[in-house]
């Protein structure tokens, strides 16, 4: 379902030489140099969200959430997810995957996101990171449609927030891109009042997994 007419809910930000050489022995030159090479090889690899070792494809640092904007689609259901409501999500994969590109696999609602996972369980795929959208970070909007309301999507890379510290209100009244979704809360109260006015119940990641 694609945004119109928004209710505005406003949730306060709680977070925004040069070497000289002359007179140096060759060979302490030469250490220097391959140290500046791997602390520049290791600064990027942090930019990217982790030293990236290419035997394995496995990561040593904990990456970083992007921005699933700028026409990105989801892996699950191929549509647009910034031009779509809800929740969104990514997983970061240790072991590379998916394979074909760069970056986490995507999905445009929580729902699609719990099904790849299982899926990627299935397959042995280690996962290494999920991200979900805070809503207690952003300025979310609800839009009711046919009596349905529908909560707004952001794909910023701001906006996202790990599993782990995230509080979900499942079963309310709320649907996003698929339909009834999993609203995200890093603030369990937020979380609580959400659920008072839309209905449903407060689950931690792992509830969330097991149902």
């Known amino acids: 379902m694609t945004p119109n007419s928004p209710t505005h809910h406003t949730t306060p930000d709680r977070n925004t030489n040069r070497l000289e050489t002359e007179g140096v022995d060759p060979r302490s030159r030469r250490r220097f140099l391959f140290g500046v ?46 031009e779509h409501y809800g929740p969104a999500g990514q997983a970061v994969y240790a072991d590379g995957r998916p394979e074909g590109r760069e970056g986490p696999a995507r999905f445009d609602s929580v729902a699609e996101l719990l099904v790849s996972l299982e899926e990627a369980d299935a397959r042995g795929w280690e996962t290494h990171a ?48 698929m339909g009834p979704d999993s609203v995200p809360f890093t603030d369990p109260e937020d979380a609580d009042s959400f659920a008072d006015e839309h209905g449903g119940t407060v689950l931690e990641w792992d509830e969330l997994r097991a149902r």
């Open 37 to 82: 090479a791997i602390a520049s090889t290791a600064g990027l690899a942090g930019c990217l969200g982790g030293e990236r070792d290419e035997r394995d494809g496995t990561t040593s640092a904990d990456p970083d959430p992007i921005a699933l904007t700028g026409g990105l689609a989801c892996d699950a259901c191929g549509m647009v997810i910034e």
């Open 130 to 177: 999920v991200f979900v959208t805070d809503y207690s970070r952003v300025d979310y909007e609800l839009d009711v449609r046919d009596g349905t309301p529908y909560v707004s999507t952001h794909a910023e890379a701001d906006a996202f927030a790990d599993v782990q510290e995230v509080h979900f209100v499942v079963d309310s009244d709320v649907h996003g891109a």
